[in-house]
């Protein structure tokens, strides 16, 4: 499981190495898969959910760097990981819109 991606323990490697081989690759497969399933695109446009899961990956990551790093600093009361996450995509969204 990619769960290696979002722990806030100091045994991610570890955890990387456990994992199934190419854990992010298949991450994002299935992630792919569940956009075709859910839109009902074509398996011609996959390209288009591999992309939407390649970024949504990217996105989920950045977002859970940025939690362990608000939490090595020492803070407090940091959001949690679920408010990270819709923040993140949030802002993703702004850009989007801005034609960043």
């Known amino acids: 499981a990619p769960l290696w991606m979002f722990a806030d323990t100091p045994q991610q490697y570890a955890m990387l190495q456990r994992s199934a081989p190419r854990p992010l690759l298949r991450f994002e497969e299935s992630v792919a898969d569940a956009v075709l399933a859910r839109t009902g695109v074509s398996t011609e446009n ?16 950045s977002a859970g760097i940025y939690r362990r790093q608000l939490l090595a600093l020492g803070e407090e009361r940091p959001p949690g990981l679920e408010q990270v996450v819709h923040d993140a995509f949030a802002s993703l969204m702004e850009l989007s819109a801005a034609g960043v």
């Open 46 to 61: 996959s390209r288009q959910a591999d992309l939407i899961a390649r970024v949504s990956i990217a996105v989920l990551r």
